[in-house]
């Protein structure tokens, strides 16, 4: 599986795994869809897995409407429909044993208990670990750890006898009591500096103990690039284009230093794959421009190794936190005999491509293989960042009923390249390979599940398609 940023590899496969806590779940999830998709496997058992990964993602969402519980329920009759394939494969002997496993059970009160009583986030775990935040772990972790509980009941004594003084004082004032989310944030963010030495030890042996590594954003640094060095936002190039349909244009932050400087035009090609290098940028120039400057494979170029996109919440998702993609590009290195020592790390990301699109139709994927800007002499010509890009096919639905993905290939030949502005790429994504397509046929999928933010958005095209399909 390929590795995208916060995306957890599970090197030794799931079995491996010794504790399953809900964070894994959720990571294995994240990228299960993919892999069931086999040659091998029936559709029936396909539209199972489906169906059950999308009730769960409708449920997670913190604002639900009554179009998202009908969606839920007919996911959850698209599983029960398809749970025979399970009885046809001998994993489960009668059709009446699924009516003994209480948990399948419960999913159909779902939408009726979130009618009655709100959306899952309102009395999931989540509630009661604030407090347990506040009331435990901050106290353990200021104790001295010897006998620890006098010295955390003194504490939460004094703490609420602050809060009772907080109260008196606003009632003085005539200020309204609110609720405390500053003092949860901020006793979150106080907690995570107290617990971030031991307990980031303890997290990376037991990853190493299970064959886990977790793809993060500051993962693979080379040392060259300094995470602390202030960002410069990319200004948007495109005005805001008034539309009733949702579309993301994400503010686009680069360190205000690049990774590397002055690097020659020939080990770009080289060491980031990317041959057509100076080829696709002259092509960019004069497309641009209308110039065609002199560019040789000796010219040299500033080039990052990440850059961020930050969404803010949806309008049709407000509750959504806001969101952050990560464009991660890694060069090929070798020793000195040239043997690759490291394949590289090459995110892919959306661009438009076609403004009249609908939905995912506006898009194609590109593999960045270069975050860069134009030699000093040619700067007044294109100020601004750029990303070369190899390209992928336009997405195909799936004709097949079944996983619901789409699909895209590499153009052919493989060189097929680009060089856009960087404001051009409006969203990172995940291609997993499609396992069910001959290994020539090098087909991947657009994983709709590799984050919650991706789910929304791709399931809120398909509504607004269906609703353009019905006037």
């Not at 779940?25 to 069931?36: A, E, G, I, N, T």
């Not at 996911?75 to 429909?81: I, W």
């Not at 090459?346 to 134009?374: E, K, N, Q, W």
């Not at 997993?432 to 789910?455: C, E, G, K, V």
Request: glycine share 4%; net charge neutral; hydrophobic share 35%.
């Amino acid at each position: 599986m390929p590795t995208v940023q916060d995306l957890r590899h599970f090197s030794r496969g799931v079995t491996t795994v010794k504790n399953w806590t809900g964070r894994e779940s959720r990571d294995m999830v994240r990228q299960f869809l993919p892999v069931v998709v086999d040659a091998q496997a029936p559709a029936d058992y396909v539209r199972m897995i489906r169906a059950l990964i999308d009730f769960a993602h409708l449920a997670h969402t913190p604002r639900l409407t009554e179009i998202e519980l009908t969606e839920m329920k007919q996911a959850l009759a698209r599983f029960h429909r398809a749970k025979r394939i399970l009885v046809q494969l001998r994993v489960v002997k009668k059709m009446k044993l699924f009516d003994k496993i209480a948990k399948l059970h419960m999913l159909s009160h779902y939408p009726d208990d979130i009618r009655e009583l709100g959306t899952l986030d309102g009395y999931s775990t989540e509630a009661p670990e604030h407090l347990h935040i506040i009331y435990v772990k901050i106290p353990w972790r200021l104790s001295n750890r010897r006998d620890p509980l006098p010295q955390m009941m003194r504490y939460v004594q004094r703490l609420e006898a602050i809060q009772l003084q907080r109260t008196a004082m606003d009632n003085h004032l005539g200020k309204l009591e609110g609720a405390d989310e500053e003092e949860v944030e901020q006793a979150r963010l106080w907690l995570e500096e107290l617990s971030r030495s031991d307990e980031g030890a303890k997290s990376k042996s037991e990853c190493e103990d299970s064959g886990v590594k977790y793809e993060h954003e500051d993962s693979h640094k080379d040392g060259r690039e300094d995470d602390s060095v202030e960002e410069a936002e990319v200004e948007p190039l495109e005005p805001a284009v008034s539309d009733e349909t949702y579309y993301p244009r994400p503010r686009i932050t680069l360190a205000r230093q690049p990774t590397a400087r002055n690097v020659p035009g020939h080990v770009i090609a080289l060491s980031y794959e990317a041959p057509e290098f100076i080829r696709a940028t002259r092509v960019f120039l004069l497309k641009k421009t209308g110039q065609s400057p002199t560019l040789l494979p000796s010219s040299r170029f500033d080039v990052w190794h990440k850059a961020t996109l930050n969404h803010p919440p949806p309008p049709f998702a407000p509750l959504q936190p806001p969101h952050h993609n990560v464009i991660r590009v890694r060069p090929v290195t070798r020793d000195k005999a040239s043997h690759i020592k490291d394949a590289g790390l090459f995110d892919t990301a959306l661009f438009a491509v076609d403004p009249h699109g609908f939905g995912i139709a506006r898009y194609c994927v590109g593999r960045v293989r270069a975050i860069f800007t134009l030699p000093n002499h040619l700067r007044y010509l294109y100020p601004g960042p750029l990303a070369f890009l190899n390209l992928y096919l336009p997405f195909i639905p799936d004709a097949t009923n079944s996983h619901g993905l789409y699909s895209t290939t590499p153009y052919q030949p493989d060189s097929a390249s680009l060089v856009l502005p960087l404001n051009n790429l409006k969203m990172a994504c995940h291609l997993a390979p499609d396992f069910s397509s001959p290994p020539t046929h090098r087909s991947f999928f657009l994983s709709q599940f590799y984050n919650h933010f991706t789910f929304l958005l791709l399931f809120y095209w398909q509504r607004r398609h269906t609703d353009r399909l019905d006037r």
